[in-house]
Nanobody
Framework: QVQLVQSGGGLVQAGGSLRLSCAAS????????MGWFRQAPGKEREVVAT????????YYADSVKGRFTISKDNAKNTVYLQMINLKPEDTAVYHC???????????WGQGTQVTVSS
């Protein structure tokens, strides 16, 4: 199994920036991809960004392109989500998760609240 511990997040005004971190431990050699997801109140969880662990393939949701940047530090087994120009609609609980090569995300982080005030 892989354990994920998130940090970062909080309250910021619109136009501000935040950075989320997600540190993995355990059987990290199994990680194929890592991703960031978010869920706003009353809405379904949506993918924000994903990154292939052994390469550089990256995906962004259209809603965050140009504002969010996913990156990784393989030596630290950590993935980051740098968020700039935040908007109130970015308010959500953000989770990181791993794909261990099975084509699905599992081993979710504990979640962190991001609140953007207008």
């Amino acid at each position: 199994q892989v354990q994920l511990v998130q940090s970062g997040g909080g309250l910021v005004q619109a136009g501000g920036s935040l950075r989320l971190s997600c540190a993995a431990s355990g059987r990290t050699f199994r990680i194929s991809r890592m991703g960031w997801f978010r869920q706003a109140p009353g809405k379904e969880r949506e993918v924000v960004a994903t990154i292939r662990w052994g390469g550089s393939s990256i995906y962004y949701a259209d809603s965050v392109k140009g504002r969010f940047t996913i990156s990784k530090d393989n030596a630290k087994n950590t993935v980051y989500l740098q968020m700039i120009n935040l908007k109130p609609e970015d308010t959500a609980v953000y989770h990181c998760a791993t794909d261990l090569g099975m084509g699905r995300y599992e081993n979710w982080g504990q979640g962190t609240q991001v609140t953007v005030s207008s």
